[in-house]
């Protein structure tokens, strides 16, 4: 069985950082595009970044762009979402993922495995 989880998650004022990592079970790792997305209260599931198996292709959605960094660590089967700069708009439950196949990095059906999400809140 593969497991995603999350951590890092918490309250944090507007221009803050935080840092969230998803801790991966499965035994290929290496073999998945991770990804992140995160709802909003009201809202629905929206892509926030992506990564390639090897870590040299990223992807992120346009709100985030030059906030966020998406990165992993195959060795210790980790995936990151360092996030900066946050704003209250940035509040939202976020979910990582894995997928062992697909062609859309943002199109969240392609994804296989889900972490339980972690919530960030970002006070003005």
């Known amino acids: 069985q593969v497991q995603l989880v999350e951590s890092g998650g918490g309250l944090v004022q507007a221009g803050g950082s935080l840092r969230l990592s998803c801790a991966v079970s499965?035994?290929?790792?290496?073999?998945?595009?991770m990804g992140w997305f995160r709802r909003a209260p009201g809202e629905e599931r929206e892509f926030v970044a992506a990564i390639s198996w090897s870590g040299g292709s990223t992807y992120y959605t346009d709100s985030v762009m030059g906030r966020f960094t998406i990165s992993r660590d195959n060795a210790k089967k980790t995936v990151y979402l360092q996030m900066n700069s946050l704003r209250p708009e940035d509040t939202a439950v976020y979910y990582c993922?894995?997928?062992?196949?697909?062609?859309?990095?943002?199109?969240?059906?392609?994804?296989?495995?889900w972490g339980q999400g972690a919530q960030v809140t970002v006070s003005p």
């Open positions: 993922a894995a997928r062992t196949y697909g062609t859309e990095y943002d199109n969240a059906y392609e994804y296989d495995h």
């Open positions: 499965g035994r290929t790792f290496s073999s998945y595009n």
